[in-house]
């Protein structure tokens, strides 16, 4: 169980980090700041698991629908982020097999991919860490 909680403070680490990096618009800053705050609860939450004992089932179901939760709140973030990325770039197809340095050239584009990548990163790092909490309630 121990390297179920490593695993989970590695995965909430790195999610983290890749909202630290994220520069959100205006028109998505409330729901990308909600998100930050969300996923900093159940970091706190994942730093408390190791000491719970037996409680520790119910944390893990719990700590399972909130990362649901915020799950929810990402993929509305993700689709807003590909419809920028979408306006911005005309072709998302055409956008991606320019060379990476024609991509960089093209500053609002290269910023709006890095952010809906970003996105689909955290989204699968919940995924992830879902996966492990249903290992220790198992």
Known sequence: MENAFKRLQILMGDTLQILDHMKINDEKDDL????????QEQNN????????????????LSMTQSLDSI?????????GLMADYQKSTGS????????????MEQPESYHDKIDYLSAVKIRENLNKMNEVLISIRS
Do not use: P, V
């Open 92 to 103: 998302i197809d055409e956008y991606q097999h320019m060379a990476i340095d024609d991509q």
């Open 71 to 79: 799950n929810n709140k990402i993929q509305h973030l993700e689709t």
């Open 45 to 60: 939450r994942i730093d408390g698991l190791t000491r719970l004992g037996e409680e520790i089932i119910n944390t893990a």
């Open 32 to 39: 990308f700041q909600q998100i930050k705050k969300d996923l």
